[in-house]
């Protein structure tokens, strides 16, 4: 299938402000890119990509005094397969973990696995290790946790995800993260395009969305406490320890988020031609246009 992916920020800053961006598309995902995914700036300004620490794309730049608007849009190819279910995946001892992975087990701004050790071995500690133990973390966290976008807090921590039992999907993804590592399971956070492909239509203006990755059986699988159900189109812009590693702007100073519009959409491919017994005869249909969805400024996570 193709997707249709891309975003709308707009920033205020009463000064030349440094601001950097996580929202390029994932290097893993790069090769299924279908168009150009190029930043472009108003007003035009330079800016510089880079990867970081744990191998996503970023771009640095610095705002200028006013108004700045970035915009993107691109299309994607997607396999149209949703998320593999695997119950067979093992969870791997501690000591065989590849050296790179350990640091999903540690605590980290976000996830005070410290706070739900004990929470979490009373909850789990009974059931089989590895994908049954974190398909029971993503149900506990499912039913825990009710999803509301006015209860968005970005101070908000796994164990006060716990606690309030609200809140948005960047907790839902905190929570069962930190859940995952009190068990000895890697776990790390995602954030990326995420569609209604597959599902009914969400009334609410798109969003760019997050879930985790739990690492089993030698690979990296995503789950997803919030929806809780295998999904189709994910587009993965970053991975990370938590939501501090992939925000999706960090400015160093004032600046006030005035735009975010976000598109993600499934395009109907062009028609093969279609040819009469007639083989003089051949007729094309005209190709479905895309359809763009008019979405409101929103600021918390889907």
């Known amino acids: 299938m193709r997707i249709m992916a891309g975003f709308r920020i707009g920033f205020s800053c009463r000064q030349e402000t440094p601001i950097l961006l996580a929202l390029r598309t994932h290097p893993s995902r790069r090769h299924d890119l279908l168009s150009e995914e190029r930043l472009v700036f108003d007003p035009d300004l330079p800016s510089h990509d880079y990867l970081d620490n744990f191998g996503n794309l970023c771009t640095r730049f610095v705002a200028p005094a006013g108004d700045i608007l970035i915009h993107t849009e691109f299309l994607v190819r997607d396999s149209g397969q949703a998320d593999p279910v695997v119950p067979s995946a093992p969870q791997h001892y501690v000591e065989d973990?590849?050296?790179?992975?350990?640091?999903?087990?540690?605590?980290?701004?976000?996830?005070?696995?410290?706070?739900?050790?004990?929470?979490?071995?009373?909850?789990?500690?009974?059931?089989?290790?590895?994908?049954?133990?974190?398909?029971?973390?993503?149900?506990?966290?499912?039913?825990?946790?009710?999803?509301?976008?006015?209860?968005?807090?970005h101070r908000r921590t796994a164990y006060g995800g716990y606690g309030d039992r609200t809140g948005v999907c960047r907790d839902f993804a905190h929570l069962a993260i930190a859940l995952?590592?009190?068990?000895?399971?890697?776990?790390?956070?995602?954030?990326?395009?995420?569609?209604?492909?597959?599902?009914?239509?969400?009334?609410?203006?798109?969003?760019?969305?997050?879930?985790?990755?739990?690492?089993?059986?030698?690979?990296?699988?995503?789950?997803?406490?919030?929806?809780?159900?295998?999904?189709?189109?994910?587009?993965?812009?970053?991975?990370?320890?938590?939501?501090?590693?992939?925000?999706?702007?960090?400015?160093?100073?004032?600046?006030?988020?005035?735009?975010?519009?976000?598109?993600?959409?499934?395009?109907?491919?062009?028609?093969?031609?279609?040819?009469?017994?007639?083989?003089?005869?051949?007729?094309?249909?005209?190709?479905?246009?895309?359809?763009?969805?008019?979405?409101?400024?929103?600021?918390?996570p889907r």
């Open 97 to 153: 973990l590849p050296d790179d992975v350990l640091v999903y087990l540690l605590g980290s701004r976000y996830v005070d696995t410290d706070h739900l050790g004990d929470i979490a071995g009373a909850l789990f500690t009974d059931v089989a290790p590895g994908w049954p133990r974190v398909q029971a973390i993503c149900d506990f966290v499912h039913n825990h946790i009710t999803f509301n976008y006015a209860a968005a807090d």
């Open 180 to 300: 995952c590592r009190c068990m000895n399971i890697p776990a790390r956070y995602c954030t990326g395009y995420l569609g209604d492909i597959g599902v009914p239509r969400d009334p609410a203006p798109m969003d760019f969305s997050a879930w985790f990755e739990a690492y089993l059986g030698g690979r990296w699988y995503a789950f997803d406490a919030r929806h809780n159900r295998p999904r189709i189109g994910r587009i993965l812009v970053a991975t990370g320890r938590d939501a501090t590693d992939v925000a999706l702007s960090t400015s160093f100073g004032a600046a006030k988020l005035t735009t975010f519009d976000v598109l993600t959409e499934e395009i109907a491919a062009p028609p093969a031609p279609v040819t009469t017994s007639d083989s003089r005869v051949t007729r094309r249909r005209r190709p479905i246009p895309p359809r763009r969805l008019a979405t409101a400024a929103r600021a918390a």
